[in-house]
Antibody, heavy 122, light 110 residues
């Protein structure tokens, strides 16, 4: 059973860079796309971006200028960096596995981490 | 403002059927597959439907999905109090080159 676990600081200051890591267990990070998704308190889901195990990335246009997603296949981990954060970036951040490439669509999320709340405040 | 439009809330009685709509455009639902997620308070979303109408292993057949044109629908039959949750639709938007979600529908079973 694939499991994902987010880790990183739960508090950040405005203008700083938010850094989170997702550790994948119970399966290899290879041959799948992996995403970051966030959810502000009381609001809906927002896709941040994905990375393939080869390092290929795609980001939400609304966040593209501030987002970097990287992968470390040796550790079965992928990471998120979000720069110049403001209070609007306060949210629960989820990492998730995307659907297998052999399915009709790969852009759904079949395994999710439990989420980690990141609060941006001075 | 979400790219996909869902009703903010719906309610129905136990045992009844409910359908949750998700409306989009030709660049997203109209040309790509739709997925649906169930989220209970304080927990991560859970995949209910993918590829418009397929259920992952373990999802009961009370849950169904369909798509027509630029709209999709999640159906839940035999409603149970345990189905009270937020439901989200999602798909790929070919114009944005991004995954997009609906704003979510809060389902109350009363």
């Amino acid at each position: 059973q694939v499991q994902l676990q987010e880790s990183g600081p739960g508090l950040g200051k405005p203008s700083e860079t938010l850094s989170l890591t997702c550790t994948v267990s119970g399966g290899s990070i290879s041959s799948y796309y992996w995403s970051w998704i966030r959810q502000p308190p009381g609001k809906g889901l927002e896709w941040i971006g994905y990375i393939y195990y080869t390092g290929n990335t795609n980001y939400n246009p609304s966040l593209k200028s501030r987002v970097t997603i990287s992968v470390d296949t040796s550790k079965n981990q992928f990471s998120l960096k979000l720069s110049s954060v403001t209070a609007a970036d306060t949210a629960v951040y989820y990492c998730a596995r995307m659907g297998p490439l052999y399915s009709s669509s790969w852009y759904y999320f079949d395994y999710w981490g439990q989420g980690t709340l990141v609060t941006v405040s001075s | 403002q979400s790219v996909l439009t869902q009703p903010p809330s719906m309610s129905a009685a136990p045992g009844q059927k409910v359908t949750i709509s998700c409306s989009g455009s030709s660049s997203n639902i109209g040309s790509n597959y739709v997925s649906w997620y169930q989220q209970f308070p304080g927990t991560a979303p859970k995949l209910l439907i993918y590829d418009n109408n397929k259920r992952p292993s373990g999802i009961p057949d009370r849950f169904s999905g369909s798509k027509s044109g630029t709209s999709a629908t999640l159906g839940i039959t035999g409603l149970q109090t345990g189905d009270e949750a937020d439901y989200y639709c999602g798909t790929w938007d070919s114009s944005l080159s991004a995954v997009v979600f609906g704003g979510g529908t809060k389902l109350t079973v009363l």
